[in-house]
């Protein structure tokens, strides 16, 4: 069935360093979504990019959608502590009225 | 601009009963949607809700079963609580299908 696998799982990172995670679907995307949950949180909404190759920019954080819109990427430049929590991707399939979320990378940043 | 409200925050039921949770989706969105995430898992899509119509549904028995109402507001139901079913419900609204999610707090229900 459909899987939206990201990676790595998890990240630790010190503060002023690059992250960055990779989110690959076995079938094509419509769109796909980035979200970030705080613990003991619920997900909030970061961006959405819709074109195939599209790259989109927010500060620090700059997001990719492969040209196939099966894979995208969030990166994130010169980390802080603020930016602790987990990243989901996350889209519609084309095959099906599903919407689908990624396993997660969850980021840890040591000041 | 109310955002997105789920009650009861935290539920505790026995195996086999039946569960109601309620959400209120935020001003002016037509959609909502509902997903079940496990500890330290993503969320699992249940299903949508478009205009009062289930506009897709995921991997999920039909046991689960949810309502919307003409003020957009959404109802999931499970029956026959399965063990498994502890997690955190999230409930989600937005402005149409393909439009970014707003998610409310969660209920935390778990199952004895």
């Known amino acids: 069935g459909q899987q939206v696998m990201q990676i790595p799982q998890y990240q630790h990172v010190q503060e002023g360093e690059d992250f960055t995670t990779y989110c690959n679907s076995s079938t094509t995307l419509s769109n796909i979504q980035w979200y970030k949950q705080r613990p003991g949180g619920h997900p909030v909404f970061l961006i959405q990019l819709v074109k195939s190759g599209e790259v989109k920019k927010q500060k620090r954080l700059t997001f990719q959608f492969g040209e196939a819109k099966k894979n995208s990427s969030l990166h994130i430049t010169a980390t802080q502590t603020t930016d602790v929590g987990t990243y989901f991707c996350a889209g519609y399939s084309n095959t099906g009225n599903q919407f689908y979320f990624g396993t997660g990378t969850s980021l840890t940043v040591i000041p | 601009e109310t955002g997105v409200t789920q009650s009861p925050t935290h539920l505790i039921k026995t195996r086999g009963q039946q569960v109601t949770l309620r959400c209120s989706s935020q001003s002016g969105h037509n959609t909502v949607s509902w997903y079940q995430q496990a500890l330290g898992q993503g969320p699992q899509f249940i299903f949508q809700?478009?205009?009062?119509?289930?506009?897709g549904r995921g991997n999920f028995p039909p046991r689960f079963s949810g309502l919307q109402f003409p003020n957009y507001s959404s109802e999931l139901n499970v029956n026959a609580l399965e063990l498994d079913d502890s997690a955190l419900y999230l409930c989600a609204s937005s402005v149409d299908r393909n439009s970014p999610l707003h998610f409310g707090n969660g209920t935390r229900l778990t199952v004895t």
């Open positions: 809700y478009y205009r009062e119509e289930e506009n």
